[in-house]
């Protein structure tokens, strides 16, 4: 188990940024991919995007390629998710998630349990 702190979340206007981090407490960071998932109002939570263990692998939803970038500190046992070019349809919480790549990637259709969830942080896009 990997605990998971989220933070960076606010609000921000259309077109603007926003840069959320996700820290670890435990000791096996660099062992976990990490994912970052958005939910919003009414809808399903899906995979904004993904890297490995070491950062060599990404993965991102075809929303936001292109204007999201995943990236990791190891020694700092943080992920980050830099967002670029907010649009309203990007209001949603954001949850970081620690499991392994392929169950980060299948999760929008297996939902097999992920090995750690942060609390999510909140990021409300206005126009």
Not at 39 to 65: I, M, N, W
Not at 91 to 100: E, Q
Request: a positive charge; glycine letters at 12%.
């Amino acid at each position: 188990q990997v605990p998971l702190v989220e933070s960076g979340g606010g609000l921000v206007q259309a077109g603007g940024s926003l840069k959320l981090s996700c820290a670890s407490t435990g000791r096996t960071f660099s062992q976990y991919a990490m994912g970052w998932f958005r939910q919003a109002p009414g809808a399903e939570r899906e995979l904004v995007a993904a890297c490995s263990g070491s950062g060599f692998s990404t993965h991102y939803a075809d929303s936001v390629k292109g204007r999201f970038t995943i990236s990791r500190d190891n020694a700092k046992n943080t992920v980050y998710l830099q967002m670029n070019s907010l649009k309203r349809e990007d209001t949603a919480v954001y949850y970081c998630a620690a499991a392994s790549f392929s169950a980060l990637l299948g999760y929008e259709m297996r939902r097999d349990p992920l090995d750690a969830w942060g609390q999510g942080t909140l990021v409300t896009v206005s126009s």
